[in-house]
């Protein structure tokens, strides 16, 4: 099993610049996140899917930031335009979903320069 | 609102002995707990939860202890090495939602 995979691992880009992460969640996994950690932190959830359908997105800074979750399977984060304060790994995870709890499952991430 | 947090940012211990991290929570109602370990590059892998009905979980060389009472959550690690050298994380988990701590950095010593 591959596990959770992201692209690209690292980006480094000029700020006002866009810029796109790509997820391709644990085959079968329903439930899809998208968390930012910032140097020296935990995780912080952006984005929560269950399927197709975004169940949470408080955390997600809607005026620069986009994602979908097209067919329920792989998933992609934008940020338009890019920001100093944006850099930092943005990490995505998957689970089982349905009711109870669920261990995620986080890929290896991609982390993020803003020049 | 709701957080969970870390007592201890660095902990360093030598090759062989015992490591204890420690996390607080503040959410009464969370009714289960994880501890991701995070090397450098990669990311969160779990290592072991626990439900609130219970006090204390054992798994490979990894024990979790949850005191209700104090709200407080730790991660034994016995008979450490150097490849448990990573910044460990306890979450506070609800329905599908992970609230996570700033993590602790265990630094092992030969």
């Known amino acids: 099993e591959a596990g959770v995979v992201q692209s690209p691992r690292y980006k480094i880009i000029e700020k006002k610049q866009p810029v796109a992460f790509w997820c391709n969640p644990i085959?079968?996994?329903?439930?899809l996140y998208w968390y930012r950690q910032n140097l020296g932190q935990g995780p912080e959830l952006l984005i929560r899917?269950?399927?197709?359908?975004?169940?949470?997105d408080s955390q997600l800074p809607k005026d620069r930031f986009s994602a979908e979750r097209l067919k329920g399977v792989d998933s992609t984060l934008k940020i338009q335009p890019a920001e100093l304060g944006d850099s930092a790994v943005y990490l995505c995870?998957?689970?089982?979903?349905?009711?109870?709890?669920?261990?995620?499952?986080f890929g290896a991430g991609s982390r993020l320069t803003v020049l | 609102g709701e957080s969970v947090g870390l007592h201890l940012p660095t902990l360093s211990v030598q090759e062989g002995d015992n490591s204890i991290i420690n996390c607080a929570y503040s959410n009464s109602a969370s009714d289960y707990f994880i501890w991701y370990k995070q090397e450098s590059g990669k990311g969160p892998q779990f290592i072991i939860d626990i439900r609130s009905n219970m006090d204390k979980r054992q798994g490979q060389r990894v024990t979790v202890l949850l005191n209700k009472t104090v709200k407080h959550l730790s991660l034994q690690i016995a008979a450490t090495q150097p490849g448990d050298s990573a910044v460990y994380f306890c979450?506070?988990?609800?329905?599908?939602?992970?609230?996570f701590g700033a993590g602790t950095r265990l630094a092992v010593h030969p």
């Open positions: 085959s079968g996994h329903n439930t």
């Open positions: 995870a998957s689970s089982l979903g349905g009711t109870g709890a669920n261990v995620l499952t």
């Open positions: 899917y269950e399927n197709e359908e975004a169940v949470d």
């Open positions: 979450a506070e988990s609800g329905y599908n939602k992970l609230i």
